[in-house]
């Protein structure tokens, strides 16, 4: 079965300053899909960015990256120019790519604040 | 296009009783899962289904928890004789054929007294 680890409980980051969320996943897969969600208060669960295995350049959206190490199977969200609104819970997840199921895998979550 | 809609968003069941939870899949999705959220935790896969058919139930605790996507309406998580562990956040997500498109619902959070 695969896990997801988010090593980080908390992080703190000043507004417009970079932060960086680690995830780490444990698969013997080849193939599979990688997320972030966010989840700010609201509770609503937002994609952020996704990254697909076999695909060896980052994904990136606008102030949001990703540093993908498919070897070390890490795959950590760096986020740009924090902003106020970037304050929430993040949660990496892990989907197969095999068609056997099609369910996410989360990790525990980082609680992100921005310090104005 | 209203998204993937849940209710009620928050629910309060006493000891015993059935709790049901209600997801309407986003129009053209034609599969649905449920996640469970415990407080302070990640969201836990518990079922995945189609119309009329459920596909993987290995999440779902043995008893007590079913669920079902009819041809009609919308999907339903029931809990029977509900107890205080039940107590979390009850999210409910569909896709279209592949599940690159998942989108969230807001969640229902259920609380038992």
């Known amino acids: 079965a695969q896990t997801v680890t988010q090593s980080q409980p908390e992080m703190s980051v000043q507004e417009a300053e970079t932060v960086t969320l680690s995830c780490t996943y444990d698969?013997?897969?080849?193939?599979?899909?990688l997320f972030w969600y966010k989840q700010p208060p609201s509770r609503q669960m937002i994609l952020v960015i996704r990254?697909?295995?076999?695909?060896?350049q980052n994904a990136t959206e606008n102030r949001f990256s990703v540093n993908f190490q498919k070897a070390a199977k890490s795959f950590s969200l760096k986020i740009s120019d924090s902003q106020l609104g970037d304050a929430a819970m993040y949660f990496c997840a892990y989907r197969s790519g095999n068609n056997a199921g099609n369910m996410l895998t989360f990790g525990g979550g980082t609680r992100l604040m921005v310090k104005p | 296009n209203a998204g993937v809609m849940q209710n009620p968003r928050h629910l309060v069941r006493r000891r015993g009783q059935e709790a049901r939870l209600r997801c309407s899949p986003m129009?053209?999705?034609?599969?649905v899962y449920w996640y469970r959220q415990l407080p302070e935790e990640g969201l836990k896969f518990m079922v995945y289904l189609q119309k009329e058919n459920i596909i993987d139930e290995s999440g779902m605790p043995k008893e007590r928890f079913s669920a079902e996507f009819p041809k009609e309406g919308p999907s339903i998580l029931r809990i029977q004789q509900v107890v205080r562990g039940d107590s979390a956040a009850y999210f409910c997500?569909?896709?279209?054929?592949?599940?690159?498109?998942?989108?969230f619902g807001s969640g229902t959070r259920l609380t038992v007294v």
């Open positions: 698969t013997s897969e080849s193939d599979y899909y």
């Open positions: 990254q697909e295995a076999y695909k060896q």
């Open positions: 129009k053209g999705h034609s599969h």
């Open positions: 997500a569909s896709s279209p054929l592949t599940v690159e498109g998942t989108i």
